[in-house]
């Protein structure tokens, strides 16, 4: 049998009845009945406040709650996540409480809001077994990268959705009393109200004459110290609250103190000599801003008043400096914008002409920094949350672009500068492109700086350790920089003539993004930075995934000196070996375990042949840059010697038979030989990918191969036509590949470059093209024979990515 506290109050000790049953039994909601008659639902005083983290957490503090009867202690902080930011809308998230009968807890949890322009927080839940009592609401702006105090609304002594617990008895029943009260007050002063009247307009008009006298011989900020005093008599004379405000900045004393409420109520003091100010107000309850400012710096101070009473709160200077530098010259002289978390302007500062502006925060928040050069801007952000020095770097970055339209097939008309990226005209848009003077054999280059602009290479001795020795005369490759004999020549020099790619710190980041519906079309960009994530720079990864400062292509064909595949001048090109000898080779110039020198890799032609792209605007190299060594060989006694064109600087070409041709410093990069590419395969019909050595490109093996199991597949991309032609199709990947897919083309039409497949074995890719093919070579390839394939045709030649430092 059980009891309930109807029946017999509460609480009892239970006997046995003439059944052996307990005659006074309760559950647990006969306590929380009994309980609710003497405490209300809430939070205790000081409980459970929610403190911002300067991140996307809040913590709960310690304390006790009351909900409905049931009681909870939370004995140790408490950390709650607040869910990411919408780019587009704002929302009110709240922090509870939460009963739950059917779990039979109570527990902290955020509760998200809706996203809207100008949102509202969410009713708590208080039905079902559920019931919530709301501790705060949290702001979360579009975009916010972090929770700080000034967006938490403290919520608790909110009756409708917390308060706080408290007796409930908090009302007693004055009406008879104050009904007699009333008519007495009425009967005297209807008695005494006329004479009162006359006696105080009589006191009025003689104080205030008093006073007009008096504020001629006081000083200003006393008659303005003795106005606040009588104001505050005329507010009301016994209630308020008494706000004492304290610092421990010199530089404020005699400055104003101002004391603002949530709604824009001011109430201003000054501080003493003593770095002291009192202020007594009525009308300000809840979330208010205690200011003072000297003629720079700023104090300030959100504080609570949750209700009438006696506070003390101390302001002082809040300091964090943030030095913004730049590496760019361009950006000295120029202005840094400064904007907070509520794109506020805050602040502008200067860059030197050592490329350093230091802004001072006056308040942690996420700032934003912002340079406009050039009709563009460039902005970085920070995040201040403590009194420190900070560091944030801002560079004008380059970016060259181009369209290729796979529809169009006049090849010179094929690609276009006029693009942009993110509304911006690329620097190239009206550019002039480069192409070979035949009257000359050298280069115009057009609207291009293809001295010493970013994406250049540079002529090198690299020794075997990766390291570089010397830069060559760009002019003539058998003197160093300074004029003096070069080893380019020497088969007993311990390295090899290599291209240096990367300049002043600046890899080369290209990314691609094809046409929507339409693979065969795409946009290139090119910059000298990662400007977004869909920037790839693979040609600058090192065997161990590391992004590195340069990568090296050969300037030569590969000769072979004691079995070792070297870039040397003056020697006959190595021919008719299998791969996996041009590999061994290759690899034998490794100094340690890791696979810095390999054979010419996929990353590295891609690169090129987008450069190539970019500067001559015509998908017929060899009409824009020169034929090359295209016809006439049918033998290796045919090929040309390494260094025919030292002296002939970085391009060189001609529109007759029998010469090479350079581009980027580096000879023969088509015709003469066939050169055997690592990292792309044409499996059984599949063709397949690999950008780095490393697992660094999303593959998922380490190191080339001829099989491919673990590269990056090329979807829709088995090659069809007829093997042998042009072809004029080619795939456009995210990733920055350019893959041959139809051979349907001819030498004047589309990319005017041959393509042979072969889908019923797995081919090891070789490009360039020989010196029998013609107008096909250029940016020809061979996915037709397997890595074991060995003619007087096909060679190698080195790559390199040292490791990082």
């Known amino acids: ?78 950390t709650l996540i ?24 109570i527990t902290l949890k955020v509760v998200k809001g809706g996203y809207a322009t100008d949102p509202t927080p969410t009713a708590p839940v208080r039905e079902n077994g559920v019931y919530q009592l709301v501790l705060a609401e949290i702001y979360v702006a579009a975009g916010a990268t972090q929770i700080t105090q000034s967006i938490i609304t403290d919520k608790r002594e909110d009756l409708t959705v917390c308060g706080l617990v408290i007796t409930p008895v908090d009302t007693f029943d004055f009406n008879q009393l104050k009904t007699q009260f009333d008519a007495y007050l009425a009967e005297f002063k209807a008695t005494r109200a006329a004479g009162f009247e006359a006696w105080e307009l009589t006191q009025q008009a003689a104080f205030e004459a008093w006073f007009d006298e008096m504020k001629d011989q006081l000083s200003e900020d006393a008659a303005g110290h003795l106005q606040n005093e009588i104001d505050e008599l005329r507010e009301d004379g016994l209630s308020g609250s008494i706000i004492t405000v304290t610092t421990d900045e010199t530089a404020l004393i005699g400055k104003p103190v101002i004391l603002t409420d949530s709604q824009g109520h001011t109430k201003t003091g000054v501080f003493d000599s003593n770095k002291t100010c009192q202020l007594r107000v009525v009308e300000f309850i809840g979330q208010c801003t205690i200011s003072s400012t000297d003629t720079i710096d700023t104090a300030s101070k959100i504080v609570q008043i949750p209700y009438f009473g006696n506070y003390e709160f101390e302001i002082n200077f809040w300091n964090a400096t943030v ?330 070409g001609t529109n007759g038979t029998g010469k090479g041709v350079k581009v980027f410093g580096m000879e023969n990069y088509w015709g003469n030989q066939w050169r055997r590419t690592a990292g792309w395969l044409n499996v059984s019909g599949t063709q397949k990918i690999k950008w780095t050595w490393s697992k660094a490109d999303g593959s998922n093996q380490v190191g080339y191969d001829a099989t491919g199991s673990g590269y990056i597949t090329i979807a829709s991309a088995t090659p069809t036509g007829t093997s042998g032609n042009c072809y004029n199709k080619a795939k456009y990947g995210s990733d920055g590949s350019m893959i041959p897919t139809t051979a349907s083309g001819s030498e004047t039409t589309y990319y005017c470059d041959g393509l042979w497949f072969n889908n019923g074995q797995s081919n090891y890719a070789r490009v360039g093209g020989d010196c029998s093919d013609s107008f096909l070579c250029g940016r020809a390839v061979v996915l037709y024979n397997a890595f074991s394939h060995a003619s007087w045709y096909v060679g190698a030649a080195l790559s390199l990515k040292p490791l990082a430092a």
């Open 323 to 652: 030095n913004i530098t730049t590496p760019s010259s361009e950006f000295h002289g120029q202005q840094v914008v400064v904007t907070d978390s509520e794109q506020h302007t805050v602040g502008t500062v200067t860059f030197s002409d050592q490329g350093l502006a230091v802004f001072n925060a006056k308040a942690p928040d996420t700032y934003t920094f912002t340079v406009t050069y050039g009709g563009d801007t460039f902005e970085e952000e920070v995040v201040v949350s403590a009194q420190t020095t900070y560091s944030v770097e801002i560079s004008y970055y380059t970016i060259y672009g181009f369209h290729i339209n796979g529809n169009e097939s006049v090849p010179a008309d094929m690609i276009s500068y006029h693009v942009q990226y993110n509304g911006r005209n690329v620097d190239n848009y009206d550019f002039t492109p480069a192409s070979m003077n035949y009257s000359t054999n050298k280069l115009n280059a057009g609207s291009w700086n293809l001295v010493d602009d970013f994406f250049v290479p540079r002529s090198c001795m690299v020794k075997y350790n990766g390291q570089v020795d010397y830069y060559l005369n760009e002019d003539d490759e058998t003197k160093k920089a300074d004029g003096t004999a070069s080893d380019v020549a020497n088969t007993s020099y311990g390295g090899n003539a290599m291209m240096e790619w990367g300049r002043d710190g600046k890899q080369i980041w290209i990314k691609c993004v094809p046409d929507t519906g339409d693979a065969f079309s795409a946009t290139f960009y090119v910059a000298d930075r990662q400007v977004d994530s869909d920037f790839h720079a693979w040609s600058f990864y090192d065997p161990d995934g590391n992004l590195i400062p340069h990568c090296y292509t050969a300037k030569y064909n590969g000769v072979n000196i004691s079995s070792k595949l070297r870039s040397i001048s003056g020697q006959s090109i190595l021919n008719n070996v299998a791969g996996s000898t041009e590999v061994t080779y290759a690899t034998a110039n490794n100094v340690n375990s890791k696979t810095e020198w390999y054979t010419e890799v996929f990353a590295d032609r891609m690169m090129i042949d987008v450069l190539l792209l970019m500067i001559g605007r015509n998908m017929n190299v060899q009409a824009q840059f020169g034929n090359g060594h295209y016809t006439g060989g049918s033998q290796a006694s045919h090929l040309l010697q390494t260094g025919t064109m030292n002296g002939k600087g970085m391009f060189y």
């Open 1 to 78: 049998m059980s009891a309930n506290g109807k029946d017999y109050g509460y609480f009892f000790n239970s006997e046995k009845d003439s059944q052996q049953q307990d005659d006074r039994t309760y559950d647990a909601d006969s306590f929380s009945e009994w309980l609710r008659k003497f405490f209300t639902t809430g939070v205790f005083q000081g409980d459970l406040e929610v403190l911002a983290n300067n991140n996307m957490t809040v913590t709960v503090q310690t304390g006790y709650a009351n909900v409905e009867g049931k009681v909870r202690l939370f004995d140790a902080n408490t």
């Open 82 to 105: 607040i869910e990411t930011a919408d780019a587009t809308y704002n929302r009110i998230d709240t922090v509870v409480v939460e009963r739950n009968d059917t779990n039979r807890e």
